[in-house]
Nanobody
């Protein structure tokens, strides 16, 4: 399985970005997908998870601002991020969990104040 994340960039506070993560292989539709992030000098933290059945879970900081979704036909998971804050600045990684964990390369999100 290979994961390719995209959609990061520089945005002003209050703005929005949509991250995408495309997966290769044939297990995407039966795997849980998670977005993590790692800010400067910080540990990697969970942002949001979506199960194969579409159930979602969010970190407290993401609730109400971020939305995770998936398109199994496109083998892609998305993270819509609204009302971005400077503290959301981080490298965002997608993760596929199916017996073992697979990681994408990360996409940089920078939010300016």
């Amino acid at each position: 399985v290979q994961l390719q994340a995209s959609g990061g960039g520089l945005v002003q506070a209050g703005g929005s970005l949509r991250l995408s993560c495309a997966a290769s292989g044939h297990i995407f539709s039966i795997a849980s997908m998670t977005w993590y992030r790692q800010g400067p000098g910080k540990q990697r933290e969970l942002v949001a998870t979506i199960t194969s059945g579409g159930n979602t879970n969010y970190a407290d900081f993401a609730k109400g601002r971020f939305t995770i979704s998936r398109d199994n036909a496109k083998n892609t998971v998305y993270l819509q991020m609204n009302s971005l804050k400077p503290e959301d600045t981080a490298v965002y990684y997608c993760n596929l969990q199916f017996g073992m964990a697979f990681w994408g390369q990360g996409t940089q999100v920078t939010v300016s104040s």
